[in-house]
């Protein structure tokens, strides 16, 4: 007991200064320019769909919004949309960058209040660096299915499941910035879905990417989690996960399914897959980052309970991975000192010590 | 007549000379590496709206997609997005990308057959550069307003109207890559609207960003263009405008309206404006340019009729600012030598011949 909590503080003190130092660096870095060897966007998978009949090019050809005709047309549509940037000297590997729900590419792009994201970080650490629009999001909105915009306020809905605070109160140190701005700029991060989410669509399309651009670390945040591990199960171009704060759908092997985890709002449910493909998540490194204000114990605040589910569920997931000879990593954040963490890490204050820990463990795992 | 004649002979070997020059210079950058700066993503403009009643994080704090209650909760929507890049010893004056109808800031990325667009392009040529989606569309989907998306097939109708040929035949000659492949990415770079278009709501938003980069150029594409007019009145930071194929909303001033003009498929209007709005128009310089495929006389086919009329009325545009002392060129390409232009001369075959072009322009108007 003394001897492990020796090791765990000389392991924080390590950290400590490793990163203590790496950030130094950074910092003295952040006015530097990227140089950047090639850059672009593309969009990948996605499906064709066609209206019975003739196009008239003479008959239906005119621009008519109130009632446009669509017979005999085609409609190219559920593919992702992806931005890269490959900067100068490049590591071999890229990162591929997957937003969650509600949100998306801006995710890692200049933080709610104008610091560099894991986009311009990574970029300055050499990687190649993708990132995603999922289908029927975004850049990527043309939806071959019917959808909705509902336009029904829920911004204090999601602060609170985003674990900056409670209905429009900061959690005490919360490493999210309090000029008000900041919190205009987070909330327009949020973006509706142009169709209905469709998991099938979404890994296909991600699955596509990695068949274009061959090996790559897929980084997933919260919804995009469990569908990065259905992806990895389809393409095994995927080398390594990170995952932060993934929320839902972790795959079990048949007839190692755990319980779902109730909670106050809903219940967390395991998602079962056939024992061959459980064993390719065994394959490939994986880590798992989550926040602070996670509570241990069922709390009154859906808000926080969802992620008490998540990370109990996580553990589970670990273990049962682990024990079929995988390598999965779950840092909760607060457990090595790491404290005030929303759902969003890599955006928030302290996102250059984040971007560290993940860059170190990459480096560890020779993803680097 | 013999005099012009030469003039113009002597006028289109000098534009091939220079241009041939500078593609040559270009070509052999291609591969050249771009310094950034900066770069980075912002939200800007839009509004705040709120539900009545009181948001209770306990009772309504719960992740519901099916039936979210809304009460006492605020939606920040309506906003343009912008990705900014600033390259090394850049020029004065940045570069605004705004897209047009159906389409979302891809249209001045990668070109559907992955070659560079007018991002990169601009971007070796030392100009900051700033794309937009504007409010309502791509990653600024955010609306305050409920939207429908219909996901009725519509590509044959674009395929017209873009003026890459009829139903589904290229034109002879077109500028547009005949890989099939390329005609899948430019279909799936048509988007919908998450929310009604507002112009109001667009040039706020447009207008908001130029308070925010202080002077700048604002370069539009059909839709945008008479938007782009709307949005000048309302900013002088707007130093100079290069408008693409703009496709309606020509403002004139009270009392001097022209005749709406009728087209298979519709009838353009003009906009009224007072006449001291108008004269602000007369204060910057502006560039039109017109594509290839759009007759003089009126034809059958709708997708070419709407700009027969568009040209038309950017005539009687031009020639109403630049009598009332304004700087109105307007270039229709097939007139000066370069044919086979689409809806989209900046993505099209020979895009470095027309971004030369405006290149050119800016250089003669100090705007570089």
Chains 1, 2 share one sequence.
Do not use: C
């Not at 765990?8 to 130094?24: A, E, P």
């Not at 839902?248 to 493909?277: H, K, M, W």
Request: a neutral charge.
């Amino acid at each position: 007991m003394i001897r492990n909590t020796v090791k765990r503080q000389l392991f924080t003190l390590f950290l400590t200064l490793t990163i203590g130092v790496s950030l130094y660096a950074q910092n003295t870095n952040k006015s530097k320019p990227i140089v950047i060897e090639d850059q672009g966007s593309f969009t990948v998978g996605g499906t064709v769909i066609k209206e019975s009949g003739t196009f008239d090019p003479i008959k239906h050809g005119a621009f008519n919004p109130a009632d446009q005709v669509s017979e005999g047309q085609t409609l190219h549509g559920d593919h992702a949309y992806v931005f890269y940037q490959v900067p100068k000297k490049a590591k071999k590997l890229p990162l591929v960058f997957w937003h969650g729900y509600g949100q998306y590419s801006k995710t890692w792009e200049t933080t709610p209040d104008g610091r560099e994201g894991f986009q311009n970080i990574f970029l300055r650490k050499k990687y190649p660096v993708y990132l995603i629009d999922q289908p029927r999001r975004g850049r990527a909105a043309r939806s071959t299915v019917p959808g909705v915009i509902s336009a029904k306020p829920d911004d204090q809905l999601w602060f609170g499941i985003f674990r900056l605070g409670t209905s429009s109160e900061f959690y005490p140190n919360v490493q999210f910035p309090k000029d008000p701005k900041a919190l205009d700029q987070f909330f327009r991060q949020i973006t509706p879905d142009t169709g209905p989410i469709d998991f099938e669509v979404n890994t296909e399309a991600i699955s596509a990417l990695f068949d274009k651009i061959g090996d790559g670390i897929l980084v997933t945040h919260s919804h995009s989690g469990g569908q990065g591990w259905l992806t990895a199960l389809k393409n095994s171009n995927i080398k390594g996960i990170v995952s932060y704060e993934p929320g839902s759908n972790f795959l079990f092997p048949e007839g190692n399914v755990p319980d779902p985890i109730s909670y106050v709002g809903g219940t967390l449910r395991a998602l079962e897959v056939p024992q061959e493909d459980f064993l390719r998540l065994t394959k490939i490194p994986i880590i798992i980052y989550y926040g602070d204000f996670i509570p241990t114990e069922p709390v009154e605040n859906p808000g926080q309970e969802q992620w008490r589910a998540a990370l109990s569920m996580a553990k589970l997931w670990r273990d049962a991975v682990n024990q079929a000879g995988g390598d999965v990593t779950l840092i909760h954040l607060p457990e090595i000192g790491i404290k005030g963490n929303t759902h969003f890490p890599f955006s928030d204050l302290n996102n250059l010590e984040i971007a560290e820990l993940m860059a170190e463990w990459l480096k560890e795992k020779r993803l680097d």
